[in-house]
């Protein structure tokens, strides 16, 4: 049976730093692990290395889109210049309240960036894996990126309400009327395929 | 038949009789004032404390003390923030129209508002250091106090069940803040006292109310005011409030612990 | 509050200096900048002062106004502050300013809280029906670090510089009272103001702690702590400021620094308002145009 989980609140030290590195849910101060949650103490071993040592709560609900990560988010609106999304996810985490985010036009292709379209890449409802490229000015919120191969539109709707397959990297048909749609598709990485 | 308020007429100001009764009350709270300059100075109120006891707040703490005040807090952890740059806190304290003796204060009145407005901000300033703002960038981490009832030391009560329910919130936190208050008797050489009641509050001469992070020996917030004296006085005052900070430390302590085996122990549905 | 933006490696210069003892203007870390007090330059009040300490500009004038005592003390005048700081600065425009001027009143409400700062009882002109009241309102004209510590000066400065006129109260036979100004427009009563609090702030910088920083030190500290001191040295309130934290021993030393510093600060602000008023009127007025 495995020994009882201890659990920590914030500010209690946990070991000194020569004994493990700092996982998440802790911080270091003068050469010590201080838990920064109340939560769980985990130590991970890994061969020969020193143990990581980290405060976990059940649910992750604290996380946030920071820059560099890939999110899936939902079209909400989109014009000659941008498309605004709503972040849903980050990574596989659901979050807690939806963060607004844009996709601007040069930010959709990473080539010929000066003849994509938002109407051709993008319609409202679409769902998109993007990355995250900025927090953001006074003006804008989370600024992302599809300009990758594996971002894009992974889930849309053909104007018949049927969800549509991809046939190229920039159209997408409808399985009832067979009509093509212009999208920036993305490809899946089959790792992120989930049944 | 419905009463016809424009007929009667009352006088256009009122003032609580409270006020004019006040030498036979004075004498009453004399004889409590006496019981409680028999209190060692250095007690502690009975202090109970408990996290995580909302269900629609993401975390929660309430926390009473022996002297009667009532404490609820909620916070939500990171939304949104319509400006970049760090992460945000942002207080409330509110207190319940019926928490202080005697009238009801009107809810919303520019005076209430006011000293609302002025607790808020001294919370903010006792928790910022407190919370790891840098990890939230562009997002805003909001605490919500309720005071339910008025028994003296309520700001101090307010920043530790404030403290409680963010990491309940699962907040990332540097320390929690544990709130202490304290008064100095209007006696001449009377010398401060921890937790002070309501009416040992109202006649004190001077009042401090300190916040500790106590796992990094860090004050927060220092607030306090009153009749003069040395910097030794106040120098006394002070570690006896940090000492009284450092003893309720392992009750706000127990009570997080409690609450996050519970979250464990049910799993969210 | 008006902010500058430092970079790193002039952050990093300022705080080794601190740890010098050396400032970036040459103070030492117990030292005001130069301070300008003027009073009586505004005719319309009852009392006013203007106060310049390094780029910082306070205005404050006072107003006395006859009212009614408040109910739990009936036998006393009071005070009423009110900040402005939406002049001059666009950050403090709208609702930022209006917040740090209701800060900076509630700090001098808590200043002034001590009974015997001012002695309102002299306020008082007949129980539980008139007092005076004294609107003390003041101007942020210009911000350049350390506003509370000015403030408190031009308060302390306005307030000894406030002449309330003499009224006598007569009753007649049936008891209605009546309110007599003096006709003498010299005969006014004067605020003693010898137990009037100044406040000190200590901010904290690297690991040393400095009183009247300027806008770009204060951009270096975390924390700070606001002290008011009376003239005998007497703390009668403290408050903390600022994101970051403190440490008691800090704490403990920074009381000390700001009585000792309070001190020297009130004898200097006294000596330099009783030499103004010798002066009578035949000080040149310096105003605004100095």
Partial sequence: MAPPARYCVPGERLCSTEE???????????????????????????????????????????????????????????????????????????????????????????????????????????????KVISLGDAQSNYLLSTAENELGVVVARSEAGVQMVPISWCEMQCPRTHTKEFRKVARVQPQFLQT | MPLDHRRLRGPEESQPPALWAAAAAEDEEDEKGAGAAARDPCALRPLFARAGLLSQAQGSAYVELGSGTKVLCAAWGPREAAEPGPGRLICEFRRAPFAGRGARGRPGAAAEREAEREAAAALREALEPAVRLGRYPRARLAVSALLLQDGGSALAAAVSAAALALADAGVEMYDLAVGCALCRPPAPAASWMLQPAEPEERRAAARLTLALLPALNQVSAVLGGGRGGPPEDWAQALRLGLDGCHRQYPVLRQSLLRAAQRRRSTPPS | MASVVLSEAEKLYIVHGVQEDLRVDGRGCEDYRCAEVETDVVSNTSGSARVKLGETDILVGIKAEMGTPKLEK?????????????????????????????????????????????????????????????????????????????????????????????????????????????????????????????????????????VDATLQEEACSLASLLISVTSKGAITSMKKVGKGSLDPESIFEMMETGQRVGKSLHIALQKILDEEENLGTSRPKVGFLG
């Fill in chain 1, 20 to 130: 493990a590195t700092a996982g998440s849910g802790t911080y270091t101060r003068h050469g010590f692990i201080f838990s920064s949650l109340a939560g769980c103490l985990e130590r991970k071993n890994e061969d020969n290395e020193l143990p990581v040592v980290s405060v976990v709560r059940d649910s992750e609900s604290q996380l946030l889109p920071n820059v560099g990560a890939v999110v899936t988010c939902k079209v909400c609106s989109i014009n000659s210049r941008f498309a605004k999304v709503h972040i849903l996810y980050v990574g596989s985490t659901p979050l807690k309240s939806t963060f607004r985010g844009t996709i601007r036009k040069e930010d959709i292709r990473a080539t010929e960036k000066d003849k994509v379209e938002v109407y051709k890449s993008f319609r409202p409802s679409d769902i998109v894996l993007a």
């Fill in chain 3, 74 to 210: 009936p036998d006393e005048g009071y005070l009423e502050f009110f900040v402005d700081c939406s002049s001059n600065s666009p950050e403090l425009e709208g609702r930022g300013g209006e917040e740090l001027g209701t800060d900076i009143a509630n700090t001098l409400y808590r200043v002034f809280s001590c009974e015997n700062s001012v002695d309102l009882k002299s306020l008082c002109i007949n129980p539980k029906e008139h007092c005076w009241v004294l609107y003390v309102d003041v101007l942020l004209l210009e911000c350049g670090g350390n506003i509370f510590d000015a403030i408190s000066i031009a308060v302390k400065a306005a307030l000894f510089n406030t002449r309330i006129p003499k009224v006598r109260v007569l009753e007649d036979e049936e008891g209605t009272k009546e309110i007599e100004l003096s006709d003498d427009p010299y005969d006014c009563i004067r605020l003693n103001v010898d137990e009037v609090p100044c406040i000190v702030t200590l901010s904290k910088i690297g690991y040393r702690h400095v």
